[in-house]
């Protein structure tokens, strides 16, 4: 006998599956608990989000400390950059403690050589008003190393009150020799004839020509490495010092000092430096200064540019030996004047040279012949 209805069918079933299950639900929790257990049905708060299970996934972790032992941080472009940098840094700073540490010890090379010449050019301020002397040559133009030239010097150091010049730098020069510059005078007053030098050429032929020139023209430079402007033993002080405080406390050189050394028959201290390494701006590869002992000044001085070829002889470029040395004689105007009668200045009013010989004295080489 049939009693399910075809159209309550389901929803009586339905009923009764639900009401069985629950009466099974709850034997089962009190087997488990105990008499006072009691079925919670766990409730999900709204908005909750429900995340599927994937077995094949990790659980997600939201602790932010909570890393395997594995794990390992990316490394970024900018993280590169920053590495780099401080790696050129580190090697910057390198260099720099490397340098300051070379420089150090060249300073300590230099001393002697340095605290001997800065002591004789503080003697130009204090002590020195100007001398006398018999200067000897010798000096590289243009690849040609000159014969040994003959000068007689009479030098005035300037000298200031405050602001005020009251004694200019003054500076004459006689040729003695070799005979085709015999006669040549020079004469330089600071702020006189427009910064120019009143020369008379000496020589051969025309010996009595003269004429005011500018100290750096090529006519005054054609026999000499600098201009009378910068003639005497205080520049040449004063190169020494500034080439020891600027360079060659940059390079790796090496100091020897010879005592046993004599300049015209009088004792001096020899210094001789040599530099290690080829760096540009080095003027010099090999130095010697001789220092008088009584005079307490430079009387020789030499310099040697380095060879062409790696390993060959340095190359002497100038050489300069003060002799008969007299320090503060008394000097006046009268010996910086064009009409003093111990020289043979033409006088002013002269005809001025014609303007082919003015061309033919710019040659260095033709005014040898003249």
């Keep these: 006998m049939k009693f399910i209805d075809k159209r309550t069918d389901q929803p009586h079933c339905g009923r009764i599956r639900r009401a ?3 009466i099974f639900c709850g034997l089962s929790l009190a087997a488990v608990g105990g008499e006072h257990a009691v079925a919670v049905e766990p409730q999900q708060s709204a908005g909750a989000a429900v995340l599927p299970l994937d077995t094949d996934s990790p659980a997600p972790d939201n602790t932010a400390d909570n890393k395997t032992a594995d794990s390992k941080p990316t490394t970024t472009e900018s993280d590169d950059q920053a590495a780099t940098a401080e790696a050129d840094d580190q090697a910057d700073d390198q260099a720099d403690d490397q340098a300051d540490e070379g420089a150090a ?44 030239q003959f000068l007689w010097m009479k030098v005035r150091e300037r000298r200031r009150d405050g602001e005020e010049l009251t004694t200019p730098q003054s500076v004459y020069i006689r040729y003695l020799k070799p005979s085709y510059l015999a006669g040549r005078e020079i004469l330089y007053v600071e702020n006189e004839r427009n910064g120019r030098v009143l020369a008379r050429k000496g020589g051969r032929r025309l010996p009595n020509l003269t004429m005011p020139i500018r100290p750096d023209s090529s006519l005054a430079m054609a026999q000499s490495r600098q201009p009378i402007s910068k003639a005497g033993i205080r520049y040449l002080l004063e190169d020494l010092v500034q080439n020891m405080r600027d360079e060659l406390v940059e390079s790796d050189c090496v100091l020897h000092e010879y005592k046993a050394a004599k300049m015209d028959g009088r004792p001096c201290r020899h210094f001789e430096v040599r530099q290690q390494v080829r760096k540009p701006g080095l003027e010099y590869q090999v130095a010697r200064v001789l220092l008088d002992e009584e005079l307490r000044l430079p009387v020789y001085f030499a310099s ?67």
């Excluded at 003697?123 to 018999?134: M, P, Q, S, V």
């Design 20 to 22: 069985l299950y629950a």
């Design 304 to 370: 040697y540019a380095w060879a062409d070829q790696p390993g060959g002889d340095p190359v002497l470029q100038e050489e300069y030996m003060f002799t008969r040395l007299k320090l503060n004689p008394q000097l006046t105007d009268k010996d910086f004047q064009r009409d003093n009668p111990e020289y043979k200045f033409s006088e002013e009013d002269d005809e001025q040279p014609q303007d082919d010989l003015k061309e033919q004295l710019e040659d260095p080489e033709a005014s040898k012949d003249l």
């Design 105 to 148: 010890i060249t300073r300590r090379k230099l001393a002697p050589f340095l605290a001997a010449a800065e002591t004789a050019l503080k003697r130009f301020d204090n002590e020195i008003a100007g001398y006398t002397c018999l200067l000897i040559k010798r000096e590289r133009i243009d690849d040609d190393l000159s014969d040994h």
